[in-house]
């Protein structure tokens, strides 16, 4: 598949991710049944790789939008899970904010950050 193409199809995901039974079964924070638990951290997972496909990308006004959006999605993922102070939780913010300012030095800098939180608090291989 060419890499234009991927980079198109990342919305066409993200849409499809926020419709997810996870997303509009899930008890409130907290309360997520363990099957649903599983989902979560698998959705939460995929955003992650989505993360990490956007910073191959040039980072341009439209993949400022996208991870602006991915990092809303990245913070209701930790809602769902109940854990909004989970070790990920501050990069998370400070990439938030580094997206705000389209400050494309500080967005590399926090999203490898926040990744890397991400995959030790997963407990996935570097």
């Known amino acids: 598949m ?6 198109h199809l990342l919305p066409v995901s993200l849409t499809v991710a926020m419709m997810s039974p996870a997303m509009t ?9 363990c099957n649903s638990l599983h989902a979560v951290v698998m959705q939460l997972s995929a ?6 496909q956007l910073l191959s990308a040039p980072l341009d006004s439209n993949t ?4 602006d959006e991915l990092s809303y999605q990245l913070e209701s993922d930790l ?9 990920v939780a501050v990069p998370l ?13 500080a967005v590399l800098m926090h999203a490898t950050a926040y990744l890397s939180a991400a995959q030790r608090w997963l407990g996935q291989p570097a």
Do not use: C, Y
């Not at 400022?64 to 991870?67: A, D, R």
């Open 2 to 7: 060419d890499e234009r193409m991927k980079v």
């Open 25 to 33: 079964t899930a008890s409130p924070a907290g309360k997520t049944p």
């Open 47 to 52: 955003h992650n790789q989505s993360l990490q």
């Open 64 to 67: 400022f939008s996208l991870i």
């Open 79 to 87: 809602l769902l899970l109940g854990t909004p102070s989970a070790p």
């Open 93 to 105: 913010e400070s990439l938030h904010q580094a997206v705000e300012h389209q400050d494309g030095n």
